[in-house]
Nanobody, 115 residues
Framework: QVQLVESGGGLVQPGGSLRLSCAAS????????MGWYRQAPGTQRALVAS???????NYVDSVKDRFTISRDNAKNTVYLEMNSLKPEDTAVYYC?????????WGQGTQVTVSS
């Protein structure tokens, strides 16, 4: 049974930082491309960052130089370090694991950026 469990969300002031974690089980983690998506109310879920099985990272322009995605294959965990947070970063953040046409999702973790 595949499980992706996100943690680390919460309420933070503008300019603050958070680190999200996603622990995976039931998959051969090191073969999967891992991603972080987010969905704000009234919008579609959108990719924020991804990291390939080989460690190549990609980011949406709005988070470049602020967010860092990383993975620890020994711990089957992917991270999203978020700095200089803005109110527009407020969303539910979802972890995904993808290989070829197969994709799995976590349950999401809320990130709220507000003073």
């Amino acid at each position: 049974q595949v499980q992706l469990v996100e943690s680390g969300g919460g309420l933070v002031q503008p300019g603050g930082s958070l680190r999200l974690s996603c622990a995976a089980s039931g998959i051969r983690f090191n073969f999967y491309t891992m991603g972080w998506y987010r969905q704000a109310p009234g919008t579609q879920r959108a990719l924020v960052a991804s990291i390939s099985s080989g460690g190549v990272a990609n980011y949406v322009d709005s988070v470049k130089d602020r967010f860092t995605i990383s993975r620890d294959n020994a711990k089957n965990t992917v991270y999203l370090e978020m700095n200089s947070l803005k109110p527009e970063d407020t969303a539910v953040y979802y972890c995904s694991a993808r290989i070829m046409t197969r994709e799995y999702w976590g349950q999401g973790t809320q990130v709220t950026v507000s003073s």
